[in-house]
């Protein structure tokens, strides 16, 4: 199971921490992502990580803003935004799989149930 917390509103610039924590003891074989979903627009994946740690994949919309981390002795995903833009308002979604390819792909087997960020000019 995977639950998101830590979304919310913010004005343009400012920054917000998302955080994902996973149950189970399985957590550090997973790699793990982050999505989102505008209204009217296709989920689009916005960061990804493997389940080390030691690689990262960012959408370019977001690089050099975003910084997707975990703590696989916490059992959670991390993701940093920071310089918020309006057009980062959506639901962003956790999302896990044992084949890291699978979230490169938009397909990964296991997703949370979302967190609102709105993000104001």
């Known amino acids: 199971q995977l639950v998101e917390s830590g979304g919310g509103s913010v004005q343009a610039g400012g920054s917000l921490t998302l955080s994902c924590a996973a149950s189970g003891r399985t957590f550090s074989t997973y790699a793990m992502g982050w999505f989102r979903q505008a209204p009217g627009k296709e989920r689009e994946i916005v960061a990804a990580?493997?389940?080390?740690?030691?690689?990262?994949y960012y959408t370019d919309s977001v690089k050099g803003r975003f910084t997707i981390s975990r703590d696989n002795a916490k059992n959670t995903l991390y993701l940093q935004m920071n310089s918020l833009k309006p057009d980062d308002s959506a639901v962003y979604y956790c999302a896990a799989d044992v084949v890291f390819i699978k979230l490169r792909n938009s397909n990964p087997g296991n997703w949370g149930q979302g967190a609102q960020v709105t993000v104001s000019s």
């Open positions: 990580i493997t389940s080390s740690g030691r690689n990262t």
